[in-house]
């Protein structure tokens, strides 16, 4: 069975910066499309980045591009959020979900199959 562990939320200034970590256990990551969501109170849950078990990644959401970037260490397994230049408007409860690397990434919450708890990260002054 599929693990995820998120970690690394926190509060955080507007134009701060915040490492999130996803820990994988129970597969290796080259065998699953690794994601991060984030969702917002009173809000959908919204795809951000994506990792893909092949190696390259995608972003899903247009104001983190140039802020926002994803990376994976294999050795470790764990997929990684770099998250520069935040905002107020970043403040969300993040996530961490998996799918098989066969079906590819997908902005929508509900294509994906294994999920993490979730790291809570709050810009404000």
């Known amino acids: 069975q599929l693990q995820l562990v998120e970690s690394g939320g926190g509060l955080v200034q507007p134009g701060g910066s915040l490492r999130l970590s996803c820990a994988v256990s129970?597969?290796?990551?080259?065998?699953?499309?690794i994601a991060w969501f984030r969702q917002a109170p009173g809000k959908e849950r919204e795809g951000v980045s994506c990792?893909?078990?092949?190696?390259?990644?995608?972003n899903f959401l247009n104001s983190a591009e140039g802020r926002f970037t994803i990376s994976r260490d294999n050795a470790d397994n764990r997929v990684y959020l770099q998250m520069n230049s935040l905002k107020p408007e970043d403040t969300a409860v993040y996530y961490c979900?998996?799918?098989?690397?066969?079906?590819?990434?997908?902005?929508?919450?509900?294509?994906?199959?294994?999920w993490g708890q979730g790291t809570q990260v709050t810009v404000s002054s």
């Open positions: 129970g597969s290796t990551l080259d065998r699953y499309n």
């Open positions: 990792f893909y078990n092949s190696g390259g990644t995608t």
């Open positions: 979900a998996a799918r098989s690397g066969v079906w590819g990434c997908s902005p929508r919450s509900h294509d994906w199959d294994y």
